[in-house]
């Protein structure tokens, strides 16, 4: 097990008010077995102990399901390894004496709460929007009522394996929400349970995506090889067929 | 009516145009490859006289009508190019302070508006030497001798090729883009649009610097 001394350059900022600035800390003793949230663990009881502000940054499961932590480390959304969050990043992936510089995600959508934590309500909203179906409640149905192909669910599960983190819109240079709307968007399509709001749900959400001052996509397919969860640019594909298809159908809009 | 309007200008809509409007410059610059090597044909510009009599033409109408549309379109997809960058710049905000973007996406797709911006200029330039010059001036000389002399210099045929390295880039990135736009995206297609495109749009641009390369280099070095 070897120790890590290393350099930081963390975004410092009070509140949404506050302009923000990045402040240099040096970190002594880093165990390499450790996951980067429990460096900043560390260095959090560091600054108590001086009596200064800890680190303010999200996190909950620290196992890469839930979707809260997420830090643009080093110039990458979930730091420098492909496929994992935040909590899933390990200090054996730096080196000693190695500068690392930690920011918040940067969209006018995701608003920096504190320090290297940002408002992320703005996904609860599109999902409000329309991310979801509408069913009578009662007994439940028989499980092979609705039948579905095994290749179908599959794809469904493929795009609903989203996490919501905003890797996403932190990595597009537009801070676009399209890979995550269009994982939703392709995860309820692709079901029959799905398609009967089909139509509303891609207007609603793309509408609530516009409002909430997320950036159009522009196919740079950032998104995509940064997204933790791998989500395909396949789903952006299918959001846009949904769109014009929807388009051509819909009474109003 | 009005949710047309709403279409095109959503942010799905905005990108629909671009790509669409893209293809049909996309076809043209084909079309306008093709035609410009007829200068390479070594007959003093006969062939290449012929072809610019005709397709400059005031009877030629069905070519006059899609000419409106190429200059509509082509203005459509600058501005509306230019108001996707401008609203995607304000949606980002503050930019990271380190950002190794080029991790996670290709060059050509990061820079279309400044590969464009510069195009655009070009552009401009480029129709005021050729068709402003002898589609609505009133020049001494034919369009072939026009073409010769301009390319003589070197700092316009240098100005040119570098225009065509970025219109490479610029193709490189938006043939592909188009289609994924238009929601035409399989493993079994897309993986060969992506190959076709790169090929095509450096066949293209390869095919415009040559023009400049010829008259500058080739041209004169046989003597007529």
Redesign the interface.
Do not use: D
């Given at each position: 097990m070897a120790e890590l001394n290393l350099h930081l350059k963390v975004w410092r900022q009070k509140n949404k008010e506050d302009k923000g600035r990045f402040v240099d800390y040096d970190i002594q003793g880093i165990s390499t077995e450790m996951s980067i949230l429990e460096m900043l663990d560390v260095l959090n009881e560091k600054l108590i102990k001086e009596g200064t502000d800890p680190v303010a940054f999200e996190h909950d499961c620290r196992e890469g399901v839930c979707g809260c932590c997420g830090i643009f480390i080093n110039g990458r959304a979930h730091g420098p390894l492909k496929r994992i969050t935040t909590c899933q990043l390990y200090m054996r992936h730096f080196k000693d004496g190695e500068t690392i510089v930690l920011e918040p995600w940067r969209a006018k959508g995701f608003p920096v709460l504190k320090d290297l934590m940002v408002d992320r309500s703005a996904f609860d909203r599109i999902i409000a929007a329309g991310g979801f179906i509408a069913v009578n409640t009662g007994g439940a149905p028989d499980a092979n009522a609705v039948p579905i192909p095994k290749h179908n669910s599959e794809k469904a599960l493929d795009a609903a394996e989203c996490i919501g983190c905003g890797a996403c819109v932190a990595a597009c240079k537009n801070a676009s929400a399209m890979l995550f709307v269009s994982a939703k968007v392709a995860h309820l399509v692709r079901l029959p349970q799905g398609k009967p709001e089909r139509e509303k749900r891609v207007f609603a959400m793309l509408n609530q995506m516009e409002k909430e001052g997320f950036g159009s996509c522009t196919n740079t397919e950032a998104c995509s090889a940064e997204c933790p969860k791998g989500i395909s640019m396949d789903v952006i594909a299918e959001l846009r067929r949904e769109y014009f298809r929807a388009s051509l159908k819909q009474e109003n809009n | 009516m009005g949710?047309f309007l709403?279409?095109i200008d959503?942010?799905?809509g905005?990108?629909?145009v671009m790509a669409l409007t893209g293809l049909f410059l996309y076809l043209f610059l084909i079309e306008h490859v093709i035609a410009n090597l007829l200068l390479l044909n070594n007959d003093n510009g006969e062939a290449y006289t012929i072809y610019a009599e005709v397709l400059g033409s005031s009877y030629n109408i069905p070519l006059r009508i899609i000419e409106f549309g190429l200059f509509f379109f082509l203005l459509y997809h600058s501005i509306n190019g230019a108001r996707?960058w401008w609203?995607?710049?304000?949606?980002?905000?503050?930019?990271?302070?380190?950002?190794?973007?080029s991790?996670?996406?290709?060059f050509f797709?990061?820079f279309?508006i400044q590969s464009g911006s510069i195009i655009f200029i070009f552009l401009v330039i480029h129709l005021k030497s050729f068709f402003v010059n002898y589609r609505l001036g009133n020049p001494g000389d034919t369009m072939y001798q026009g073409v010769v002399k301009t390319f003589e210099n070197p700092l316009y045929s240098w100005f040119y090729i570098f225009a065509m390295i970025l219109l490479a880039f610029h193709l490189v990135?938006a043939f592909?883009?188009a289609f994924?736009?238009?929601?035409?995206?399989?493993n079994k297609y897309t993986p060969f649009l992506k190959s076709f495109g790169v090929i095509l749009s450096i066949l293209i641009c390869a095919g415009f610097a040559l023009i400049p390369v010829y008259f500058l280099y080739l041209h004169n070095a046989g003597g007529y």
């Open positions: - | 949710w709403k279409f959503s942010s799905v905005k990108k629909l996707l609203t995607n710049r304000k949606a980002k905000g503050i930019p990271y302070l380190v950002n190794r973007a991790e996670n996406s290709s797709s990061r279309m990135h592909q883009s994924q736009t238009l929601g035409l995206r399989h």
